[in-house]
């Protein structure tokens, strides 16, 4: 089955070392995501990069977001007040859903 | 200049001591193709054969009489293999010249400077980004179902593609994907990033859709600023065909 839909992107740029509650925020992020039922979220680990404040990221981190607009509209103030420092970018994409197994 | 796609093979049969004035013609003949530009052609001396003389020619009978069999092989484009047939027709008075409908695969030039005909094209165009979420221990016949789809994909002349593994993620398989120390196995979501022209984007998309047993294929619009040719040399003729 393939089903093809208008979707959204969100991706989230942040630290690794940024922290929530005492556990990498990045966990916090992908566990808020799966509570809001979002299709699904991919952390990826860069090697260096610079920010805002042009302060150097050691560290930087990029949770991948795709589902409906309405999904990624309703996750984005959710993870606005989790975040302290970091970015967020949305774009639209049409999106092929492959699940033949299920 | 051969690229890969529909193209023409010329098979020649003729007998290693025809003449062609003076000298032998299929020596004549490899200088006619090479002349003409033709992008490359083989000459073998058969083991043994026969022709419309109905008389066998084997190296027993004939090594001495150099009167064996040769093969004459070319492959090229169609406008070529047109512009030179007319030629070979008169040169072979005895013999056979055969031509079929063949597809080159594959075309490579080792150290060669890249033909500006095959360079990618692309300046500040309209491209289309695709992103491909599978899991690392995804399989394609006994191989990581990543490599696969990357190897498909060069297969395919696409400019270029990244995997990037990521640390922890979930998806269409509703598991966690997660490192853990003592997992020798692990699934780690993977992504295969590609930019190219929506043409070639939309091909490959279908093309990876039916290699994925579970996963997820998301397209969107991009803007490529520049693109330079992965080969290094070209940097020497100042980037002219490369940007």
Known sequence: MAARLPAEILRIHISETDRLHGKPLYEAIVARCRELQIAGATVFRGLEGFGEQAELHKHPIVVTVVDT???????????AGMIDTGMMARSTVRMVRVRKSA | MLTKGPARKVTIFIN???????????????????????????????????????????????????????????IDTAEKVDDVLPTLYEMVSDGL???????????????????????????????????VFIGEADRWHDEPLYEAIVQRLRMMDIAGATVYRGILGYGAKGHE???????????????????????????????????????LIVISDAEVVRLVRSHSQENADGGKTAR
């Open chain 1, 69 to 79: 607009a309405e999904n990624i509209a309703r996750l984005i103030p959710e993870l």
């Open chain 2, 16 to 74: 290693e001591d025809a003449p062609h004035q003076l000298t032998p013609l299929h020596d004549a003949v490899m200088t006619f193709l090479m002349r003409k530009g033709i992008s490359g052609a083989t000459a073998t001396k058969a083991f043994s054969g026969f022709g419309s003389h109905q008389v066998l020619h084997t190296p027993a009978v004939e090594a001495l009489a150099q009167h064996l069999p040769v093969r004459i092989e070319f």
């Open chain 2, 97 to 131: 010249i055969e031509v079929q409908d063949t597809t080159v695969v594959k075309h490579a030039r080792k150290g060669s400077k890249p033909d500006p005909a095959v360079a990618h094209q692309r300046r500040d165009a309209h491209a289309k980004l695709l992103r």
């Open chain 2, 177 to 215: 994907h997660k490192q853990s120390f003592f997992h020798v196995s692990r699934d780690l979501p993977v992504m295969i990033s590609v930019v190219d022209t929506p043409e070639k984007i939309g091909v490959a998309a279908e093309a990876i859709e039916t290699m994925l047993e579970d996963g």
